[in-house]
């Protein structure tokens, strides 16, 4: 049998200068900011020990309490959770920048309807499905700074982007509303609301009234 040839391997000594520099720093600031990285990480995990003994509920069902659905955006001001009160279980929270109803969007529901099924439900018929906007979106600059990519996240051409839309959300969640009606892969019997949450305030506004997304 062939024998493999060796291989010589050559290893480095680390030292100070091998780690990237902080621009006007050197070594200290890049390790303190690892330090305070891995601080986050213990910290959330000790909470995930506080939340397995006090609030874990093994007897939950893929299928949320309320037959609630939910499409928001991934800022971090602007939680389902927190500003609806929800609890583990209570509802499906689809997350995206700008809380748009964009081509994965569409995808991930078109799975969870499979999911569904799979576990013995129906996705439509006495599900609530929630379209949350917010002001001040971090998804604005990018009308300016990388509208091409900001194209391709909505699913359009660079050319037909509304600048009015991407800055307005209320008249956004009014646009991808009528995108969900208009779309006649999902569900009629989905009870669909157009909610606008402002961050100033912490509040959330009905903008489309609770309708049927189409009747059936």
């Given amino acids: ?87 583990p279980g209570d509802a499906v929270v689809i997350r995206n920048v700008g809380g748009r109803v964009d081509p994965a969007t569409l995808r991930t529901m078109g799975m969870l309807g499979a999911v569904t099924k799979a576990s013995g439900g129906v996705l439509g018929t006495g599900w609530n499905l929630i379209v949350l906007h917010h002001t001040d979106c971090g998804i604005k600059p990018c009308l300016t700074h990388a509208p091409e990519m900001l194209a391709t996240h909505l699913g359009v051409e660079p050319g037909s982007i509304d600048a009015g839309e991407i800055n307005d959300p209320y008249k956004s969640i009014v646009s991808d509303v009528a995108a969900l009606k208009a779309n006649p892969k999902f569900p009629g019997g989905f009870l669909v609301t157009g909610i606008v949450y402002d961050v100033d305030t912490g509040k959330a506004e009905v903008v489309v009234p609770s309708a049927l997304l189409r009747p059936e």
């Fill in 1 to 87: 049998m062939a024998r493999l040839p060796s291989v010589t391997r050559r290893v480095e000594v680390t030292t100070w200068s091998n780690f990237p520099a902080v621009p006007g720093e050197i070594g200290v600031p890049f390790f303190a900011e690892r330090v305070a990285q891995m601080n986050v990480i213990d910290t959330i995990l000790q909470r995930n020990e506080t939340f397995s003994k006090t609030d874990f509920n093994k007897d939950l069902k893929i299928v949320p309490s309320t037959k609630t659905m939910i499409i928001a955006c991934v800022d971090s001001r602007v939680d389902p959770a927190d500003i609806f009160g929800l609890k």
